[in-house]
């Protein structure tokens, strides 16, 4: 097996309510409960990155944005990303 395809065991605790939504997740998607969570685990890795790219993508229009109104709608959902809503 290659360095890039080794399997690291890895303990997690959780509450229980979430424990029960993930095997509730694997047992419709006929999965085990441990797949379940790495696919939900690799999922939110995926929209994490994603995030990060909008926000990056969004820091260069306001960088870039000449129109005073527009400067500030970008600022303001800049806001919004970092603060929330």
Do not use: H, W
Not at 23 to 46: H, P, T
């Amino acid at each position: 097996m290659s360095a890039a395809k080794s399997v690291v065991r890895q303990s997690v605790s959780m509450p229980a309510n979430i424990a029960a939504q993930v095997r509730r997740l694997a047992k419709a998607r006929r999965l085990s409960a441990n797949r379940m969570l790495l696919e939900l685990i690799e999922n939110g890795m995926e929209a994490e990155k994603r995030k990060q790219r909008e926000f990056f993508d969004l820091a260069e229009r306001f960088r870039n944005a000449t129109d005073p109104e527009e400067v500030k709608r970008l600022g303001d959902q800049m806001g919004r990303m970092v603060f929330g809503e």
